[in-house]
């Protein structure tokens, strides 16, 4: 309950995606709060907490409508046009301002839709996005023309263009990475492994992106002791400090990231999918589709104080009602489609939540949700 309240009440923006270095609306990270609500609400449900559940699924329902508006990019630039596509992140939700952004480790200043990562592919590898959704294969192509390179032992991939988490560049001679110097991102490895997650669920035609050619090429770039590194050098000529293209730098090794992408990836292909999808998410999303606006209640909230409480009260074409403040939650059945109820409220600040469900099967219903801050 405390870590899906705190995502009720700071998400679905963060201060920090999933490489520690921007703030903002990131695919990635929404990915994995919508899975995390979606996951706990399950949980709710088979625990009876039935008022917890539906604002938990209602947020996670709402936000998979969402993701796509705040963070793809429907105007692109002339760099990349085939729209509409992921960006790495977004200030303020808004995918096509064109706000520059500064990247970390002394990165150029780019426009947030020139920014691209793969980070995307999460929403497909939890069950949220379909992998031949438009935006995906849009951004997958982005990504391909951006951010892949072919070594001799495979398909390898930047984290994102721009990149400064590296070794020193040295007139791109390389050099061991210091805080005070400029640096240049290398080859990660993982995000091969990421790929093939994702290739486990598509159609590719291409053979040096098949599953099990993307475990090889993880593999091939381990080193003697088996052990894969968070970077591997990424030009054809060698340095002074015994780096060769393919081969980890002075990065940290074993990355435990890493190894257990790799681990993640020949369990995917020997179960034929990604073996780190909830069942629940994807039949919630995939399969059963209930977060589709269509088929959402409708919802009209009114709020007012008496003391200490704060009364909700409204009106709604769905079947249930929970309301949850920071320190109170319930959950009411309309009469004649009208609901009200009282709950406790604290001193100062607090973000307030109302859902509605279309039936009281909350693993089969709809939603439809309000979040405020009073």
């Not at 982005?142 to 721009?162: K, S």
Request: charged share 30%; proline share 5%; net charge negative.
């Amino acid at each position: 309950r405390r870590s899906a309240d705190y995502v009720v009440r700071n998400g679905p923006e963060t201060t920090q995606e999933r490489w520690e270095e921007e703030s903002g609306y990131s695919p990635s990270s929404i990915a994995a709060e919508i899975a995390g609500l979606a996951c706990a609400g399950k949980l709710a449900i088979e625990t009876g907490e039935e008022a917890d559940a539906l604002v938990w699924l209602a947020l996670a329902d709402h936000w998979t409508n969402e993701v796509e508006d705040w963070t793809a990019t429907e105007t692109g630039t002339e760099r990349h046009d085939q729209v509409p596509y992921y960006v790495r992140v977004t200030r303020d939700g808004d995918p096509d301002a064109g706000n520059e952004r500064t990247l970390a480790n002394g990165g150029p200043t780019l426009d947030e839709r020139n920014v691209v990562d793969a980070g995307f592919l999460e929403l497909v590898r939890l069950g949220i996005k379909p992998p031949d959704d438009p935006a995906i294969r849009n951004s997958l192509a982005a990504v391909d023309e951006t951010i892949r390179v072919d070594l001799p032992q495979g398909v390898a991939f930047y984290r994102y263009n721009g990149d400064g988490y590296g070794e020193r560049e040295r007139g791109d001679q390389g050099g061991p990475w210091t805080a005070r110097a400029f640096g240049k991102g290398r080859l990660w490895p993982l995000l091969t492994g990421e790929r093939g997650e994702y290739e486990l669920l598509s159609d590719t035609d291409d053979e040096a992106l098949s599953p099990r050619a993307l475990l090889e090429t993880m593999a091939r770039l381990a080193n003697s002791g088996r052990m894969l590194a968070e970077q591997v050098w990424d030009r054809e000529y060698g340095t002074d400090y015994g780096w060769r293209l393919g081969e980890g730098t002075g990065a940290a090794t074993p990355l435990a990231w890493a190894m257990a992408q790799y681990v993640r990836l020949a369990h995917g292909i020997d179960a034929g999918e990604p073996v780190g999808t909830p069942a629940f998410v994807r039949e919630r999303y995939l399969e059963r589709r209930v977060h589709e606006r269509e088929r959402s209640p409708a919802l009209r909230v009114d709020t007012r104080f008496r003391g200490d409480h704060i009364v909700f009260s409204g009106e709604t074409t769905g079947a249930l009602v929970a309301m949850k403040t920071p320190t109170d939650v319930a959950v009411v059945e309309p009469e004649d489609g009208e609901f009200e109820c009282e709950l406790e409220m604290v001193y100062g600040e607090n973000t307030v939540v109302v859902a509605a469900a279309s039936e009281r099967d909350l693993e089969r219903a709809s939603t439809t949700v309000r979040r405020f801050t009073l």
